[in-house]
């Protein structure tokens, strides 16, 4: 691959992970300008299995989806040619430059399965579990590409505190697709009526669902922070802690038009 197609596919990925993920990649804007390429790549890569979900029409397609980026993996873990792809290619480099272990990977190619399942889990201890699974390994990689040391349990903490938190920020937006990612344990001590919250009423008990998830997200988060977190995740903490604040300020209610709002001095708070 020539330099401009390089640079190209690395481009490529920048805007994708600025238009759809935008939170990481004011993430990965802490890195070092060396390191920002190959993260954009990760991010990228985990945008394609993550979106699964949404633009298959059958489960056995979605599987067969995810499938197509696990084989297209193994060559280049064992020192072959990727495939031509946008994403993979730059993706590709970066497992190569910065020695990358495949088991990361397969973990979040994986935790994106259950998503083709719609089956919320029966548990917050569940809800926790899929958070750290989509969310963990991808800390770990980065890790790696920034020259941190590995350490399992800031990730393992920062990912579900992560993870959790985008959960509840996404409630409205997954209610309006008829899907919810709520623990069903939850949902009953609350006495949440899912046909209200999918046809967008208020209900009494979803402030306190979501008042209990947050204290977990909040705890985990606590446990991330008695952790050396160097860049680009000492940013990634200080964006969960500023969304944490505005849950709260909006009295954890996600009809509130405060609730889903991204503070517009958010960069700045993540220095």
Same mark, same amino acid.
């Given at each position: 691959m020539s330099n401009l197609d390089g640079k190209k596919n690395y481009e490529y990925c920048r805007s994708l992970v600025?238009?759809?993920?935008?939170?990481?990649?004011?993430?990965?804007?802490?890195?070092?300008k060396e390191k920002q390429p190959a993260l954009w790549s990760l991010y990228a890569f985990n945008y394609e299995i993550a979106k699964t979900r949404?633009?298959?029409t059958e489960t056995q397609l979605g599987l067969i989806r995810l499938q197509w980026w696990r084989e297209a993996l193994d060559p280049v873990f064992s020192g072959g040619e990727p495939k031509s792809h946008q994403v993979l290619k730059p993706l590709a480099?970066? =497992?190569?430059?910065? &020695? @990358?272990?495949?088991?990361?990977?397969?973990?979040?190619i994986y935790a994106r399965?259950?998503?083709?399942?719609?089956?919320a889990p029966d548990s917050l201890e569940g809800l926790v579990n899929y958070c750290e699974f989509t969310n963990s390994p991808l800390i770990l990689l980065a890790m790696k590409i920034c020259g941190i040391d590995e350490n399992l349990g800031a990730a393992k903490h920062l990912g579900i505190a992560y993870g959790l938190t985008g959960q509840m920020r996404a409630i409205l937006a997954y209610a309006r697709?008829?899907?919810?990612?709520?623990?069903?344990?939850?949902?009953?001590?609350?006495? =949440?009526?899912?046909? &209200? @919250?999918f046809q967008g009423m208020e209900q009494d008990g979803l402030p306190k669902l979501i008042k209990t998830v947050s204290a977990e997200?909040?705890?985990?988060?606590?446990?991330?922070l008695t952790e050396k977190l160097d860049q680009p995740l000492k940013a990634q903490a200080k964006l969960v802690k500023a969304y944490l604040k505005?849950?709260?300020k909006a009295d954890y209610n996600p009809f509130s038009i405060k609730f889903?709002?991204?503070p517009a001095t958010l960069p700045l708070r993540l220095f």
């Open positions: 600025k238009n759809y993920d935008y939170d990481r990649y004011l993430i990965s804007l802490f890195a070092s949404e633009i298959v480099e970066a =497992i190569f430059k910065y &020695k @990358l272990p495949k088991d990361p990977f397969e973990t979040l399965e259950f998503d083709l399942e719609d089956v697709e008829g899907r919810a990612m709520l623990p069903a344990d939850l949902i009953y001590d609350h006495e =949440i009526d899912m046909k &209200k @919250l997200a909040e705890r985990n988060l606590e446990l991330a505005t849950i709260r889903e709002r991204r």
